[in-house]
C-alpha cells in the first residue's frame, strides 16, 4: 500500500509487492481493482470551439484534469441552447469582471 484514503489521497493508492506499476482504487474498499482517478475539473485548451452544422453541436477542446495529477484531452460538446445559455452567462462573468476592475483603488 502506498497511501490511504485520507490526507492527500481520495483512494487507496496500492503497488503489487516487491514494486510494479502503482494502481488507484475506491476509498470505500468495494474493491481494491483499480479504477480511473476521478475527475477534479476541466480547463479550456488554447484551440478553437467550432460549430457541426450536420449534427447541430457546437464543440470546446477541454483539458480533463484527475485528482491523481493526470490529465488527458477531450471535447465539451454543447447543444444550441447550450451555447446561448453559456454566451450569456460569461458574458455576465466578463462585466462582473470589469465592474470590479473598475471598483479598485
Do not use: N
Not at 23 to 36: C, H, M, N
Not at 45 to 66: C, F, M, N, S, T
Not at 95 to 104: I, L, V
Amino acid at each position: 500500500m502506498v497511501a490511504l484514503p485520507g490526507e492527500g489521497a481520495a483512494t487507496y493508492h496500492l503497488k503489487p509487492p516487491g514494486g510494479g506499476c502503482e494502481w488507484a482504487a475506491p476509498a470505500d474498499g468495494s474493491t481494491l481493482r483499480p479504477v480511473p482517478a476521478m475527475v477534479t475539473h476541466l480547463t479550456p485548451i488554447k484551440r478553437d470551439a467550432v460549430y457541426d452544422h450536420r449534427a447541430r453541436q457546437g464543440a470546446l477542446p477541454v483539458r480533463v484534469h484527475r485528482e491523481d495529477g493526470s490529465t488527458s484531452e477531450s471535447v465539451l460538446i454543447l447543444t444550441p441552447d447550450e451555447v446561448e445559455l453559456y454566451h450569456h452567462q460569461f458574458a455576465r462573468i466578463i462585466d462582473q469582471r470589469e465592474k470590479a476592475r473598475g471598483s479598485r483603488p
